[in-house]
Every structure is written in C-alpha cells, then in structure tokens.
C-alpha cells in the first residue's frame, strides 16, 4: 500500500479547508442529495463527499456506508487531492497503491474507485466527491462528466455559508472539537443539548424580530418491534435513514435534533404561523411513510406521530422549556388518537396553550 503523500501546498490547505467551518458539522440535506444523486445516476453502492484534514478523512456526506471518519493513511481521497483531475481505479485489487489497503482486503471491501478533487474559491483542494463499487468497472467520459458536475455543485455548497439562522451563529461560536460534543453520534444530526440550544436561539431571535416561534416533537411509532425482534444494529440503522428523511423534509432555516431514543425535536426557523410549522410537521410524516427503509436486516415500514408548539408572539415568559413541553403534549396527543399524525398547539406569549388543531 502506498500511503498519500502531503500537498505541496499542505499548510495553506489546511488553512482553507478549517475556514469553510464544515469539519465536525451535522450532516446537511443539500450534501445528502449530491451523494444521493450520485450513487444513483453512477450506479454505485457508496458514494461521499470527503473532506481530507491532516490526519483523516472526514465524510461532511456519505451514502451506503456507515462511517463518519477514516485515517488519511488508508483514504483514496488523500490521492485524489494530489490530482488535478478526477482519479479512476478500475480495480483496486490489482493496483499496487492500493491492492493491501485494508479497505479493499477487508470491509467494505472496495475495488472500484473513482474521486473528484473538490476546491476552495482559491483553488485549494480539500477533499473530494467519489463514488465505490466491490465489483471492477470503467468510467465513460459521460460518467466521468456527471461525476464532474456533481462535485461542482459540491464544492460550490462547501465554498458558501454552512447553515443559516442560529444553526450558523452557533457553529461559528465553537471550534471543531466542540462541534464534536454537539453532534449525535449514531444519526450525526444536533444532539439533544445543542437542539435545545437551537430552540432557545430561536426564540430570542423571534423575541427581537416580533415573529412567532415553533417546535416540532417527533417520535417513531412501535419502533420498539424493530429493536426486540431484528436487533438494535438494525434499530440503529432505521435510525439514521430517519434522520436522514427528515433532514429531506424541513426547511433550510429549521433545524433537527435527536432528543432521544426513536424521539427527534425540529427547531422551526422564521416560521410562517402555525399553518407554516404544520406543514413542514406533516412532510416529515408522509416522509418518513412514503416507503421502506431499506437495510441489510431486512425492509422495515415505520410511521412517526408528531406535536407541534407555535407561540405567536412569544415574551420573556416564553421559555424553551414550556415550547417544548407544549410540543410534547401534543405529541401525546397524537400517539393516542392513533399515531402517524401531526397534532398542534397554539400559544399565547405566556405559555397558556389557547387553542390546538389536528
């Protein structure tokens, strides 16, 4: 195995790539719908979207893999920041670079490759588009321009500001490590403090912009079958293609958190009313149902119930806590009057919950 060597320009790069402020982010649906869309005009199992820091490979998007980070010793992306153009291994197992890397003996078991370099505005490399297969194969220069064209549009996203609203203040506040600690490790969406952080955000801002403030609870319906019949690996997974739907559902401006267990809480940002947070709260529902999730345990069909908190004109008396627990109740509302329903609260700046509608 040969191991990537370092960038001529290494120091700068780093620079670069630490200032698009992605490393250590949650994953976002406009790089989900790039790997998405690549593995299935491609035709590949795997596809992702790599970032290459000093010492690892971090995946801001990866579908078909459950993987967050690898050691930039082993990663083919590390050779693809080396190339101008995109970097093509048609079989792994016979190119000397790579034919003992332990991701082609072992899992995942690789043995087609091919990278696109992704830049900076200044044209330094920070990681890369690629798409795998465990099978040989060749690119056609159509392929080979689509996977171009995707990764542009990659490194476009990746080249302009990350999140918006309190998601983005937030991110700016901490360094990577911290972001570590604000980041589900299972669904690598917020984690429960840092959603609840975003709620809080949310609030003041409606407070200091005079608009209406929302949350949305959330929780899967009997998704205890799955673990105690299929196993928590498969749980698990579930799991992260949920999180993944509904990251598909909401608004750029919302934000979703895993609050815990099979329970997610959505941080609704310059919601339009009450009518607005239901509407994003119903297409996480017809999301989440629109089909099975598929994983290597089996297909499972799974449905979700869903409260909804709106306070119109919230005051210093409107609290995190109560918006959340308003949600709540109506998220008890929901699972009793028959699951995979949206029910909601309206509020007055008080915290006196004034009226509800299905």
Aim: net charge negative.
């Amino acid at each position: 195995m040969v191991e990537p060597h370092l960038s001529p320009d290494e120091p700068l790069r780093l620079n670069a790539l630490r200032e698009t402020g992605h490393l250590d982010t949650p994953i976002e649906a406009r790089f989900e719908r790039v790997t998405r869309l690549a593995r299935r005009v491609l035709r590949t199992p795997i596809a992702a979207i790599s970032l290459i820091d000093a010492d690892r490979q971090w995946f801001k998007s990866i579908g078909g893999l459950d993987v967050s980070e690898t050691s930039r010793a082993v990663s083919f992306c590390g050779h693809t920041i080396l190339q101008e153009e995109v970097l093509v291994v048609p079989d792994a197992r016979s190119d000397p670079r790579f034919s003992d890397n332990p991701f082609v003996t072992g899992s995942p078991h690789i043995v087609f490759y091919a990278g696109c370099p992704i830049r900076t505005i200044d044209g330094h490399k920070i990681g890369s588009l690629c798409v795998i297969d465990r099978a040989p194969r060749a690119m056609s220069h159509e392929d080979l321009q689509i996977l171009r064209d995707l990764a542009a549009v990659a490194e476009s996203e990746l080249c302009r500001s990350m999140q918006e609203g309190a998601q983005r203040e937030m991110l700016a506040e901490v360094d990577a490590i911290a972001r570590q600690a604000q980041v589900d490790g299972l669904t690598r969406i917020w984690n429960r403090t840092a959603a609840f952080e975003l709620v809080c955000s949310e609030l003041a801002r409606s407070r200091r912009s005079g608009t209406g403030a929302g949350v949305i609870m959330a929780d899967l319906d009997h998704f205890k079958q799955i673990n105690d019949t299929h196993g928590h690996a498969a749980g698990d997974e579930v799991l992260r293609q949920v999180a993944k739907r509904m990251l598909g559902a909401i608004r750029e401006a919302d934000a979703v958190g895993r609050y815990g267990g099979e329970e997610f809480i959505v941080a609704l940002g310059a919601c339009d009313g009450l009518a607005g947070a239901n509407l994003v709260a119903e297409r996480i529902r017809q999301r989440i149902a629109e089909g099975p999730f598929v994983t290597e345990f089996g297909n499972f069909r799974v449905t979700v119930s869903l409260g909804v908190a709106f306070c119109e004109s919230p005051s210093e008396a409107t609290t995190g806590e109560s918006l959340v627990s308003a949600a709540d109740q109506a998220l008890y509302r929901a699972k009793h009057a028959g699951r995979n329903r949206v029910e909601s609260t309206l509020t007055a700046a008080a915290d006196r919950t004034i009226r509800t509608a299905a």
